[in-house]
Each structure stands twice: as C-alpha cells, then as structure tokens.
C-alpha cells in the first residue's frame, strides 16, 4: 500500500531559524499536498503542488514536488512563535483522487 | 460562512459498545469525508458521503458506517468497539471530484475506549 514517511520525525529549533522537512513516498504521486495541524484543531491546508518540479511559496513557506514524484518538500523561513505545531504531507491515496493519504507528521517545536 | 463543526468534542466508551458521531459540512459542500487519527499518527481514510451514498472507502471493516443527510451533514457509527478505536476522528467537506478541490477539516472528536 501507499506509504508517506516524513522528516524529520520532531524537529525544534529557536525563533527566527529556518525549517526544513521533507516526504518522500513508496509510489509516484501526482499531486502533493502539505498541511499544518495544531492542537485540538483539524489539518489546515498550506500548500498544494500539482507538478513535478513545480515551486511554490505562500508566505514564509516554499514547498517543491520532487522531479522523480516520490518525494516533497516543505521549508519554513525564519520561524516564528506560531509556526509551531505538526507538519502533514498528503496526497491522493488508491481508494480515489481526492480520498487523501497523510504522511506521519513532522512536529515543530520552538524553543524559547 | 460557517466552517466544519463536529460534535461531540470528546467521547468515553467501553469496549463493544457503540457510538455516533456527528458533522455538519461547511456552506456549500456536498461532499463529506471522515478520517481517523490514532495517536502520533497521519489521519486515515474511512470513507466518503456524496449525494447521501457512500463514494469510497478505505480499509476499514463494516462496523464502521456512515450516513449522510439532504442538508450535506454526516454521521460516523461505530459498532462493537475496540480499544484500538480509540483516536481523533477528523471530518472534512469539499466540492466533489478532484484533488484539486480543497478539504475543510473540522476540530474533530476525541474518542477513548475503555
């Protein structure tokens, strides 16, 4: 089956660093997706990137969809207090294309 | 516009009973999806409402079932459960069809089984 393995698995670092994570996959996928999900809240969608080599920013993040389809990546400049919580990589999983598979999660912790 | 909303928020039931769990779509999604998120764990897919039948399922066993209602809302059920139900189950809405179609998640309800 399908199999997203994210890293790092925890990551923490001080104010204002960046950040770097990355998925890589079992299969080739087409569409990548990466979310952010705080405490007691449901996934968020940050970024969506829909072609190999595509590069995409939103903000302090910049997410690119490896050249090969297996893997993504996902980096976080200069971080800031509320940049904290888990990092979900995702994308359409065998059960249908928008039926997404979630990575295992990277989670950002800043020290004070 | 409202966003996702589920209820209940936190849950505690013993082994072999059963539960109901409830989500109301955001404004304009028809379409509804419900995953599961064991602890320290990516969400899961269990299935997909669409147009009030079931469009889609992953690999979970028949106990768990859903429902969905002409308003868009949806309903997860759990039979006999097991102390491995035990995680966040996380509802999301979209538009259907495409991955290109973004998914609302809402806050989820934490389920513990006893």
């Known amino acids: 089956g399908q199999q997203l393995n994210q890293s790092p698995q925890s990551m923490f670092i001080q104010e204002g660093e960046d950040v770097s994570m990355n998925c890589t996959s079992s299969?080739?996928?087409?569409?990548w997706l990466w979310y952010k999900q705080d405490p007691g809240e449901g996934p968020v969608l940050l970024i969506a990137?829909?072609?190999?080599?595509e590069l995409t920013s939103n903000g302090r993040l910049t997410a690119q969809f490896g050249i090969t389809r297996k893997d993504s990546f996902l980096n976080i400049s200069a971080s800031i207090p509320s940049d904290v919580g888990i990092y979900f990589c995702?994308?359409?999983?065998?059960?249908?294309?928008?039926?997404?598979?979630f990575g295992t999660g990277t989670r950002l912790t800043i020290i004070p | 516009e409202t966003g996702v909303t589920q209820s209940p928020t936190h849950l505690i039931k013993t082994r072999g009973q059963q539960v109901t769990l409830r989500c109301s779509s955001q404004?304009?999604?028809?379409?509804v999806s419900w995953y599961q998120q064991a602890l320290g764990q990516g969400p899961q897919f269990i299935f997909q409402?669409?147009?009030?039948?079931?469009?889609g399922r992953g690999n979970f066993p028949p106990r768990f079932s859903g429902l969905q209602f002409p308003n868009y809302s949806s309903e997860l059920n759990v039979n006999a459960l097991e102390l491995d139900d035990s995680a966040l189950y996380l509802c999301?809405?979209?538009?259907?069809?495409?991955?290109?179609?973004?998914?609302?998640f809402g806050p989820g309800t934490r389920l513990t089984v006893l």
């Open positions: 990137l829909y072609k190999a080599g």
């Open positions: 409402y669409y147009r009030e039948e079931e469009n």
């Open positions: 999301a809405s979209s538009l259907p069809g495409t991955v290109e179609n973004e998914q609302f």
């Open positions: 995702a994308g359409p999983s065998n059960f249908g294309n928008e039926k997404l598979t």
């Open positions: 299969s080739i996928f087409n569409t």
């Open positions: 404004s304009g999604h028809n379409t």
